[in-house]
């Protein structure tokens, strides 16, 4: 069974910096791409960027290139994103996501809260 | 960018309707784009792949389709377990994007 387990909540003062994890089991990582994807409070969703974890290649959507840092570490099967100078706007939830070629983001992390407050 | 705009952004229906939501995209997308169904405090789930295609596990109800540029989501006959918020995603292109979503509502 594939699971991919996030960090749990992160409450971030505004210019700091947090860094989610999202742990995959049951499915090797450098056979996918991970993609994250966050949601503000009763908003829809927003596609902030991908990796490929086999070599480290990103691709970011234009309004997260200077807020996201994706990464990926193949030997424990975990990906990560940093967010930085974070702003009351960044209060989100963000999932990872992945699948395989026919089914991407067939599998889903459970999300991390992110909450901004000084 | 390509833009996906989603309607309605909301809707109410009652069980046994037949319910159509729908997504118009900017650009050509093929057919690459999927529907999400995502009931709160949970992770979205895949419904449709390749604007047709039922992912696993999915009821027969559930049907996607395509008419040039517009995608389809539609439920033959609402079950009370249906009540969600639905969201579209191209991927045909990066950056990929979503649909505003859709809440669907019992009347």
């Known amino acids: 069974e594939v699971q991919l387990q996030q960090s749990g909540a992160e409450l971030g003062k505004p210019g700091t910096s947090v860094k989610l994890s999202c742990k995959v089991s049951g499915y090797n990582i450098r056979n996918t791409y991970m993609h994250w994807v966050n949601q503000r409070p009763g908003k829809g969703l927003e596609w902030i960027g991908r990796?490929?974890?086999?070599?480290?290649?990103?691709i970011y959507a234009e309004k997260f290139k200077s807020k996201a840092t994706l990464t990926a570490d193949t030997s424990s099967n975990t990906a990560y994103m940093q967010l930085s100078q974070l702003k009351s706007d960044d209060t989100a939830i963000y999932f990872c996501?992945?699948?395989?070629?026919?089914?991407?983001?067939?599998?889903w992390g459970q999300g991390t809260l992110v909450t901004v407050s000084s | 960018d390509i833009q996906m705009t989603q309607s309605p952004s909301s809707m109410s229906a009652s069980l046994g309707d037949r319910v159509t939501i729908t997504c118009q995209a900017s650009q050509d997308i093929g057919n690459n784009l999927i529907w999400f169904q995502q009931k709160p405090g949970k992770s979205p789930r895949p419904m449709i792949y390749?604007?047709?295609n039922l992912a696993n596990g999915v009821p027969s109800r559930f049907s996607g389709s395509r008419s040039g540029s517009d995608y389809s989501l539609t439920i033959s006959s609402l079950e009370s377990e249906d009540m969600a918020d639905y969201h579209c995603?191209?991927?045909?292109?990066?950056?990929?994007?979503f649909g505003a979503g859709t809440k669907l509502e019992l009347k």
């Open positions: 996501a992945m699948g395989p070629i026919y089914s991407p983001f067939a599998y």
């Open positions: 995603l191209q991927y045909k292109q990066y950056p990929y994007t």
């Open positions: 990796i490929d974890p086999a070599n480290g290649n990103t």
């Open positions: 390749y604007a047709t």
